[in-house]
């Protein structure tokens, strides 16, 4: 029996397959790279919202919410935050505390970190409703 690839196990507290990568480990080295959450009239962002990493490199990311509205950052497939989005019209107060995602209260921050177990470019979105549309959205470039 062959076995499924770290990057693409099923985490079974979530039951989630992490596209992505896998949940950094705290005691290896790693890049901080510090992700700023704003709204204001008609705008939502991240800045930056364009990020370079290289294949097997460990990301701390520290997000600051500065807006005066909750937001969430989640990190994973472009397939994958399609699919989360339908769930969030369902439900929009869903909480996230998972290893790839937070919400974020105004004025609040948090941290992930993450390894980027495979090549490709990934997203990191807000998904609750009308946030994705407004430009809360960004990408992740795994070289």
């Known amino acids: 029996m062959s076995e499924m690839p770290f990057s693409e196990r099923v985490y079974a507290?979530?039951?989630?397959?992490?596209?992505?990568?896998?949940?950094?480990?705290?005691k290896k080295p790693n890049r901080v790279i510090e992700i700023t959450i704003s709204d204001g009239p008609g705008t939502m962002s991240y800045t930056p919202n364009k990020i370079e990493v290289r294949?097997?490199?460990q990301i701390r990311f520290r997000l600051k919410n500065t807006g005066d509205l909750p937001h969430e950052f989640l990190l994973d497939s472009f397939a994958n935050n399609a699919k989360h989005k339908i769930e969030m019209e369902k439900n929009p107060d869903m909480e996230h505390d998972d290893p790839n995602g937070k919400r974020l209260e105004p004025k609040k921050s948090a941290e992930i970190l993450w390894r980027f177990t495979k090549a490709g470019t990934f997203e990191f979105a807000c998904l609750i409703p009308g946030h994705y549309e407004t430009g809360m959205k960004g990408i992740v470039v795994v070289k």
């Open 13 to 26: 507290h979530t039951g989630h397959v992490f596209a992505a990568g896998e949940p950094g480990d705290p």
């Open 55 to 57: 294949l097997g490199e």
